[in-house]
């Protein structure tokens, strides 16, 4: 993940995109999300870490109110297309795999499914488990928007030590 995060950094960077873009960019992408957008703002770019903080948080959580709103209306107009319904059937189904947590502890399984900064958890994840379960929006927000902040720290923390050890 390092190497992707180093390959979007120096692409948008050599086409003048300033490093605080760089890392909201990164943030907003499935997957790479605030987690490795924390990565790049303190080990690959050495900014202060509480603006990457901030900037990784903003970028990550911007998606998920969407997310919630739209994602299940997407999805049913998408399995009407005949190229793009496996996909989304498989998407749909590999996500509900992670239904048990939400199942056993309820709203708090979800704040802790997104706050475990591991892959294939995370803010976008967490929303479309939250949509496909059809939860209440406000609260899966409110509750992605706290596992979301739980990773950031967690990763920041993790990212600091890492810094540390290459950069001394």
């Known amino acids: 993940m390092q190497e ?3 390959t979007i950094q120096q692409f948008l960077s050599a086409h003048g995109v ?6 909201f960019i990164i943030s907003l992408f499935p997957i790479l999300e605030c987690r490795l957008g924390m990565f790049t703002a ?6 202060n870490p509480f603006v990457g903080f901030i900037i990784s948080f903003i970028g990550n959580l911007l998606p998920i109110p969407f997310i919630l709103v739209l994602i299940n209306k997407i999805f049913e107009l998408l399995k009407k297309v005949p190229v793009i319904n496996k996909p989304i059937y498989w998407l749909e189904e590999h996500t509900l795999k992670k239904k048990d947590k ?3 502890y309820g709203i708090w399984g979800l704040l802790i499914f997104v706050a475990i900064p ?3 958890t995370g803010g ?3 929303a479309l488990l939250a949509s496909l379960l059809h939860l209440d929006r406000k609260k899966s927000f409110g509750i992605i928007a706290i596992g979301v902040f739980i990773a950031g720290l967690i990763i920041t923390i993790l990212s600091l030590i890492v810094g540390a050890a290459v950069f001394g």
């Open 118 to 120: 591991l892959p294939g």
């Open 4 to 6: 992707v995060c180093q």
């Open 124 to 126: 976008w994840t967490g």
């Open 102 to 104: 939400i199942d056993k």
């Open 18 to 23: 300033p490093d605080w873009l760089v890392v």
């Open 42 to 47: 303190i080990v690959l770019l050495q900014m």
